[in-house]
């Protein structure tokens, strides 16, 4: 018997975590897939749909279904990637821009000594410590353990006593505010290249 994937969602919406799993384990795949095909390339396809997951959860009281589940799935990532390719476009431009204003050999030389990295690499550190710290609890800890102790996702799920999906939709969570927070330091990074 095929679910209610309408009632499902309502579950997801009042904060039912199985529910989000559901459409997560169901869906993920198919809707990775469709991305990789819009902006051809998987890296980058994989971000947008756990991005797209982490957004539903974050927002899930105050979605809005005109329709199924499935199509409102598929118009998120759809969004997802005609933003991506907006942004991408731009970063290229400059990208193509640095490539070609590139600091001469004798500026580099001069500056080589200047400890510019050491104090980026300590503000990047101090700004990441901060960005974790502001996470959620169990959120936190899971970030941690993950990328901080190298632990995977089914020794995290054994020591906190959640399942493996938990562990992963609290990883995505983390993953993407961290992010968020460190998206001003990603560009300096870029530039240091």
């Not at 990789?36 to 982490?54: H, L, P, S, Y």
């Amino acid at each position: 018997m095929k679910k209610d994937e309408k009632e499902i969602f309502s579950q997801l919406k009042a904060g039912d975590e199985l529910a989000f799993e559901y459409f997560f384990k169901s869906y993920f795949q198919i809707l990775y897939n469709y991305a990789a095909q819009i902006i051809k390339d998987g890296n980058n396809a994989e971000e947008i749909v756990e991005d797209t997951f982490v957004q539903i959860w974050d927002k899930r009281k105050s979605i809005e279904l005109h329709g199924s589940p499935k199509s409102y799935l598929f118009r998120m990532i759809y969004n997802h990637c005609v933003n991506y390719l907006k942004h991408k476009k731009v970063r290229d431009k400059y990208e193509k821009f640095f490539i070609f204003h590139q600091p001469s050999p004798e500026f580099q030389q001069s500056i080589s000594s200047f400890p510019l990295e050491t104090l980026i690499d300590k503000e990047f550190q101090e700004s990441l410590d901060k960005s974790i710290q502001k996470l959620p609890e169990q959120c936190r800890r899971v970030f941690t353990m993950s990328r901080l102790e190298d632990l995977s996702n089914k020794e995290i799920s054994e020591k906190l006593g959640v399942s493996v999906n938990t562990v992963k939709t609290q990883l995505l969570r983390g993953l993407k505010r961290v992010r968020d927070d460190m998206k001003d330091f990603l560009i300096l990074l870029f530039i240091r290249k």
